[in-house]
Every structure is written in C-alpha cells, then in structure tokens.
Nanobody, 120 residues
Framework: QVHLVESGGGLVQPGESLRLSCTAS????????MGWYRQVPGKQLELVAS???????IYGDSVKGRFTISRDDAKNSLYLQMNSLKPEDTAVYYC??????????????WGQGTLVTVSS
C-alpha cells in the first residue's frame, strides 16, 4: 500500500508562518500530480495548491501571493510554505497524490490531514 503522511501543522498567530510537509511511502516508482487541500467544518474541500511533475503550479485565489508549493521527487515529498497566515486559513490540510499504476491508470492517495489553527 501507498501512504501519505503530513506534518507541520500547529497553532500560530495571525501573520506568522508554517511549513507543511507530506511524504509518500510504500512501493512508488514515480508520482504525477501532487497537491494540498483544506477543509473547514461545514464547508467543502478546497484546493489550496497543486503541482505537477513538470513544475506547473495552481493556487487557490485566497492563498495566492502568500503560499508556495514545492516538491522533492527524490524524497517523494511535497511541501507547502504558508506565510502571512490569517484566521480564515484555519483548517485541516490534506496532502493528495496521483501515483501512476500502469497504462494510464492512477492511484489517488490522501493523507490523514494536519490541523492548522491561526488565532490570536
């Protein structure tokens, strides 16, 4: 089985920064798209940022200019640098990865989530 494990969440004050990490483990030969999503209770899952294996990034409108997504394929890892955090960034953040399984097939894997709380 393939697993994603997130880390780096915590409690911070508005304006501070956090760096989230996600590492994939298991039998992995390559990873296609990876991304971060977040969810607030009572709301739909929201795209934060995604990054293809070719380096193309997409950001949600609410985080543009503040968050930066990156990946290290040698470590099967994904990162999210979050700066100028706001209370509305409070959510559970989930890592997602598309892992090629052969002949165009993909295994979609989600992490367990890490909680980010921004409060004064």
């Amino acid at each position: 089985q393939v697993h994603l494990v997130e880390s780096g969440g915590g409690l911070v004050q508005p304006g501070e920064s956090l760096r989230l990490s996600c590492t994939a483990s298991g039998t992995i030969f390559s990873i296609s798209d990876m991304g971060w999503y977040r969810q607030v209770p009572g709301k739909q899952l929201e795209l934060v940022a995604s990054l293809t294996s070719g380096g193309s990034a997409i950001y949600g409108d609410s985080v543009k200019g503040r968050f930066t997504i990156s990946r290290d394929d040698a470590k099967n890892s994904l990162y999210l640098q979050m700066n100028s955090l706001k209370p509305e960034d409070t959510a559970v953040y989930y890592c997602h990865a598309d892992i090629p399984s052969g002949f165009g097939g993909y295994l979609e894997v989600w992490g367990q989530g890490t909680l980010v709380t921004v409060s004064s």
